[in-house]
Structure formats: C-alpha cells, structure tokens
C-alpha cells in the first residue's frame, strides 16, 4: 500500500507521531509491529515500532539494532530523524537492496519520542524543559526570575536592561547583537542580559535565576557512574528512577539480540561516541579502533565528525557527565552505539568552531555577524526577533529579543530537515548492517552403509561484528555462546556426538579491518554427528546465536 511522503512541514505533536505509527502499521502489517513499553510521568503510553520482514523469521531470531530520539523534550529533530527512518525502511523494502537486507536479514526496534511529556509541553507551549514535566529537584518552584512569556508572542525570548554594571554591548556593526565589555572599558551605555521572565517574590533589589522547576536529566538517569544530583545536575533520585528510562531497560533486558544503537540528540553537528567519564585508554584497544572505524563511516555520510565525548565534548577538564545512555549501553551490554547531536546553526552559517561546547561561552563577533547574514539570506529574518522596548511589571524598562531558541537553535528550521533525515538514515542503516549474522554454509550427509550416516554441519557469521559483538560485550560475559541441537525426528538415534551443545563465538570480519595477517575461518566452525536411522527419516539441526540469529535445516536421509 502507498503511503504519503514524509512531511517535512514541522515537527509532530504526540497525537500526530502516534497516529502516525498507526497508519504506518496499517499500511505495512508484514514489517512493522507497535507496541506500548510502559507509560511516561503523565501517563501518556511510550510506544515502540519493532521493524523487520515477518515472513523470514521471528523478531528476536534475528541480529537486532535500537534507535531512539527525544531523550531531551525539546530535542524534537531527533523524533523527527526517527519517524523518517521508519517511513523510509518500510516504503523503501523491496526497492532498495540495502533496506530490503536489513528487514530480511535484522530486526530494528525504534523508540521515536522518549520525553513524551516534556515534548508536548515544548512543541505546545512558549515554555522549554529538559526531559520530564516532574517537578524536580523541589516539589514547587523556588525564589528568583522563571522563565516565562511576558510579553505575549509565543516565545521565550531574552530580556535586555541598561544597567552601567553591566557586562554587554551593542556591537556597533549590528545593534541586534550583543558582544562583551571589554574588562577595562567604561563610560559607554551597558546592559545586564536576562532570560525572558517574572521575579518569585520580587524585593525591589536582588535579581537571581530561580532554579530549575523541572530539571530532570533522562540522560543522566543511566547506571554508567552514575551519581546524584549534588554532583551531577538532573541525575534523579536513583538510576532508572523514571518510568521513561525504566521502560527502555526492561525492554532492552528482554530483547538480548541487540548489538549496537543510534540515539538522536540536539544539537552540535557531531556524532558522539563514549566514554564521557574515561578516556580512550579505558577501551579494550579493539573496541577504540572499531568505535573510530565506523565513527569514519558516519563521517562520511554524513559530514559530522566523529569525536569522543569525554576529550573533545565538555566544557571543563575537571568536569564529566555521569549516568549517560551511551555509556551504559556500551559498558554494560558491549553494544557499539553514538549520540548524534544533530543540527547545529552557527555551523549551518559557515562557523568554523575550535571546540564544540566552549564555543557557546566565548567566540569571535564575526562568527555572531556571519550568524545574522545566514538569518537575514536563509532565513528571511525568521530566527532572529529584533529588540523591542517593553514596559516589565517588576523590572522597569527592558527590551525584549533575540534568537528563536526553539526553531532555529534547539532544533533545526524545518527547511533543513529533508537533507538532515536523508543523511541519518544512511548512516543508521550502515551501522546496523555491520551486526553479526549467523548462516548455515554447508551440511553434508554421508552415509556409512546400512543404517549410519556422518552428519557435518558447517556455520559461518557472515557480518562484520563477532556473534559476541565487542570485547567488552566478552569481557562482561554479556552474550551467550551459540548453541547448537539435534532435533531427533522418529526412529533415528545419536550414536556419536551431543544432542545439544555450546560451540563458542565467531569471529566477523572486524577483526580483519586492522591487519592484514591471516587469520584462517575464524568466522566458520564445523559440528559433527554419527547417526543411525532408517531411509527416510529425518532430523532438524537448529543453531541460536543470541546477538547474531538463530537458524535451522531440516534434513532427510
């Protein structure tokens, strides 16, 4: 059945992304599965789409890959990247040989939104949060300015005040930007920089920022060194203290086919790969190269650099974030997986940034004027809102102004979308086709006379990974060797060889990508059997790699 083209024009409201899903299973039910995981805060149902061809094999037979979006509410292009991918896999099965692949051959769960509730408040409201409508970490809001729309256009914007204590300026090749004070300057006109919003219990005075009302961190929620929220802002009361990032752990716990994820993100441009706690050294070395080669893959797809999070993705040397969903899903599960942090607007107008987190704190005018050229060019002046005077019921005189965070900063103008999804998508499924894969390469049958046959039954991991995924998946025994049984049909019997057994792991091609020494068929191996049975008879041979597939042959003699 025909579906529509992706619509491009803006970014879905929950009601909107669950009727799609909806129609999409409608339109697909031999690929697509829905179903609900747990339900969010607000009790809003999270919904999952399992992806993968019914018709050759059962979801958790096959090598399985994750995807999610909107960890963060108002990350909103993530969801969108996600939605298209699950458009494109299911109208592209049977037209593009890579797609088709990967539905016959693999099962891809997708999450699209996981911040349910915080996104709708964002995508419905002028209001911007992190994750969860929960109150946290205070049950009510506390003493200082909150953020909220005082002057009646929809948005969040920021606030200017003339102040001679102030540390701004108009820059005077553009009075809509702001740039320093220079630290021995004086006798100009100054103004204090404020976020767009109301006093709690006002004094006439003090001005401060109220803290957070609802400063939940999904991505700090995650078992990897985690810690509390003294130390790491947005943490939670416990790892999985949340019935969003709960549901996604049950899940995960009981699909163990997984061996690697893309989680989508805002904003930066830039694929994330672990650790944020640890340095490179703390990889098994072999996992650090094949994190780098597919980080190139993705490079090459999509034009993002591939980069650690803890070197090159923080804004201080003594400072790392703890209880990230990367980390954990690597270090626990030996998953290969990135946060891509997608869009990014001064990169968009031409930006060459030295480093991607600090460059929000100090950069050069040049890089804000080549910003309001790409507005006024690309734009049509829509992500920038000039400055207007406003008369601010407890502050006095202000202005009013500045970028659109949400359309244009946050997240990627809708324009950007098509190329953004289109770029993702061939990445996500690239690195989902990199997961191992278990095949039958041969069974030979020999018979012995009389009643006595040989059986030789050769397997083969035809993917890139090893059946055991990473060496930290090893190392942490997270994966089961393959088993492999005899199933007995009547009348025939084992004379030789074990009805059920475990054979280990195969290696893929991965540990080949580095050296070109021989390595012989450490992607094969052979299992044998003598048994006795009459013409006719027949046995079934089943093999189950918990990461790379389960597979059977019936044979008759």
């Keep these: 059945m025909l579906v529509p083209p992706f619509d491009f024009s803006h970014y879905y409201t929950y009601e909107e992304l669950?009727?799609?899903?909806?129609?999409?299973?409608e339109s697909y039910p031999h690929l697509i599965k829905l179903e609900v995981i747990g339900q969010s805060y607000a009790k809003r149902d999270i919904w999952l789409a399992t992806l993968t061809s019914q018709d050759s094999g059962l979801p958790l037979e096959k090598p399985g890959y994750w995807i999610d979006g909107n960890t963060h509410a108002g990350e909103v292009t993530g969801s969108a990247i996600v939605l298209y991918i699950i458009h494109h896999l299911l109208t592209q099965y049977k037209q593009d040989p890579q797609v088709t692949r990967?539905?016959?051959d693999y099962t891809v769960y997708v999450l699209p939104r996981i911040a349910v509730d915080g996104a709708e408040k964002y995508l419905t409201t002028p209001y911007r949060l992190r994750s969860s409508i929960r109150p946290y970490p205070y049950s009510e809001g506390r003493e200082g300015l909150y953020l909220e729309d005082i002057n009646g256009d929809g948005l969040i914007l920021q606030m200017r005040l003339k102040d001679d204590c102030g540390g701004w300026k108009v820059a005077p090749e553009d009075p809509r930007i702001m740039i320093p004070r220079e630290p021995d300057e004086f006798g100009g006109t100054y103004y204090t920089l404020l976020p767009e919003g109301l006093i709690r219990n006002y004094d006439g005075y003090n001005v401060k920022l109220a803290?957070?009302?609802?400063?939940?961190?999904?991505?700090?929620?995650?078992?990897?060194?985690?810690?509390?929220?003294?130390?790491q802002k947005g943490a939670g009361s416990f790892p999985f203290s949340e019935p969003e990032t709960r549901a996604e752990a049950e899940f995960w716990s009981q699909h163990p086919n997984i061996n690697g994820f893309m989680t989508y993100h805002t904003s930066g441009a830039v694929i994330l790969r672990p650790y944020s706690t640890e340095p490179d050294d703390h990889f098994p070395y072999e996992d650090l190269e094949i994190y780098q080669l597919i980080g190139e893959k993705g490079t090459n797809l999509t034009g993002y650099e591939c980069v650690s999070v803890y070197h090159d993705f923080r804004d201080h040397p003594t400072k790392v974030t703890h209880g990230a969903m990367d980390d954990y899903c690597y270090d626990h599960f030996g998953w290969f997986g990135f946060t891509v942090e997608l869009?990014?607007?001064?990169?968009?107008?031409?930006?060459?940034?030295?480093?991607?987190?600090?460059?929000d704190d100090r950069h050069p005018l040049s890089d804000d004027l080549k910003l309001m050229q790409w507005n006024d060019e690309k734009l049509a002046g829509k992500g920038f809102i000039p400055w207007q005077p406003f008369q601010h019921p407890q502050l006095g005189e202000v202005e009013i102004g500045g970028w659109n965070f949400k359309q244009v900063w946050q997240n990627a103008p809708v324009e950007y979308l098509p190329e953004l999804c289109e770029k993702q998508c061939r990445f996500a499924i690239s690195h989902a086709l990199m997961c191992p894969r278990l095949a039958i390469a041969r069974t030979d049958l020999t018979h012995h006379g009389g009643d006595i046959y040989h059986l030789v039954l050769q397997l083969e991991n035809q993917g890139f990974l090893p059946t055991y995924t990473s060496e930290k998946a090893r190392k942490r025994k997270s994966v089961q060797p393959i088993q492999v049984s005899l199933s007995l049909g009547e009348g025939v019997s084992l004379v030789s060889g074990e009805k059920e057994q475990e054979i280990g792991h195969l290696e893929g091609r991965s540990n080949k990508a580095f050296s070109n020494v021989a390595k012989g068929?450490?992607?094969?191996?052979?299992?044998?059997?003598v048994i006795k049975g009459v013409s006719g008879s027949e046995i079934e041979v089943i093999a189950k790699a918990q990461r790379a597939g389960t597979v059977r042959k019936k044979i008759s003699f």
């Design 18 to 25: 669950v009727k799609f899903l909806h129609q999409m299973a």
């Design 102 to 104: 990967l539905l016959n």
């Design 211 to 231: 803290p957070t009302y609802e400063g939940l961190d999904f991505n700090r929620n995650y078992p990897a060194e985690w810690v509390p929220e003294g130390e």
């Design 343 to 359: 869009w990014d607007a001064p990169t968009q107008a031409g930006v060459k940034k030295e480093h991607y987190v600090k460059w």
């Design 521 to 529: 068929y450490d992607y094969r191996c052979t299992v044998e059997w």
